[in-house]
Structures are given as structure tokens and as C-alpha cells.
């Protein structure tokens, strides 16, 4: 079982190249600048983190079995392109009933119209694009607050 209070931070393909990859579109922070917001976000509400990234559309619906496994708190996603296009992180989500919420470091809606719809928004109860690597941030803070967990003082 994982350690009381531990969110998974899942991040999907291409994503481990975050501050080199297209820096216009997805700025100049790194995947290590996102994982290290997201441990001193959680750590404020007395959270831990769990984060993975996976090029591999099976491995991440393993990660998200394994939240289930050991009794993750909650999911905060960002499955890349496979958001668009998989069905199957989609029902692995909604499958393991954990509170889960999509972010995008990019404004979806303001891009390419393949980009319009999220397979992965469908499974998450919020979904967060555009706020640049504080979108994780963002998000933590949400889901704390749907868990009724509440910042240490
Ligand atoms: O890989 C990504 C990154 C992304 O999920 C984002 O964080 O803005 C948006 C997706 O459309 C894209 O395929």
C-alpha cells in the first residue's frame, strides 16, 4: 500500500522531453520542474506524490491499476496525445473510481482540432489547459480540496 495520502502524477508520451520540446508551445520548465511543483504542492496538504512517465499507452493503464492497487488518493494526468485518441486509459480510469483530474500544459482549445477532445477529460471529474506547468498546481490543489483535504498550517 502506498504511503497515507499519495496522489499519482501521471504524465504520457513525449512529455519527458518538457522544456527542450517545442518551448513556444510548452515553455521551458522540465519534467523535473513539474514533478518537484507537484511534491511541494502535495506536501502542503500533507500529501505525498507518485510520479511516472511513460511513452507506452499499456504502461500508463498500468500506473493507473497500481494507484487502484495501493490505494492512490488520487490521479492527476496528462496523457499527451494518447488523451485524444485512447479509449483505454479512458475506461482504466473510470474503472478504478479514483478522483482524477486532466491537465494540459497547452491550451487545447486553442490548437488543432484534433486536439478538441480528450478521451481522458471524459474519465477525470476536472480538467485543467493552458496554465503552463502550474496546470499540475492547480490541479493538486483542486483534488485536495474534492478530497476534503485542507492545506497544513
Ligand atoms: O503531448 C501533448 C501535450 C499536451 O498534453 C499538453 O500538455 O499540452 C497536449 C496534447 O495535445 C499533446 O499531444
Do not use: W
Not at 14 to 36: C, F, I, Q, S
Not at 69 to 84: D, E, L, P, Q, T
Amino acid at each position: 500500500m502506498a504511503a497515507a495520502g499519495t496522489i499519482y502524477v501521471l504524465n504520457g508520451p513525449n512529455l519527458n522531453l518538457l522544456g527542450t520540446r517545442e518551448p513556444e508551445t510548452y515553455g521551458h520548465a522540465t519534467l523535473a520542474d513539474v514533478e518537484k511543483l507537484c511534491a511541494d504542492t502535495a506536501k502542503q496538504f500533507g500529501l505525498a506524490v507518485d510520479c511516472r512517465q511513460s511513452n507506452r499507452e499499456g504502461e500508463l493503464i498500468d500506473f493507473i491499476h497500481e494507484a487502484h492497487a495501493k490505494k492512490a488518493v488520487g490521479i492527476i494526468i496528462n496523457a499527451g496525445g494518447y488523451s485524444h485518441t485512447s479509449i483505454a486509459l479512458h475506461d482504466a480510469l473510470v474503472a478504478v473510481k479514483i478522483p482524477a483530474v486532466e491537465v494540459h500544459v497547452s491550451n487545447i482549445h486553442a490548437r488543432e482540432s484534433f486536439r478538441l477532445h480528450s478521451f481522458t477529460a471524459k474519465a477525470a471529474f476536472a480538467s485543467l489547459c493552458g496554465f503552463g506547468i502550474d496546470g499540475y498546481r492547480l490541479a493538486i490543489m483542486g483534488l485536495a480540496a474534492r478530497i476534503g483535504v485542507k492545506a497544513k498550517t
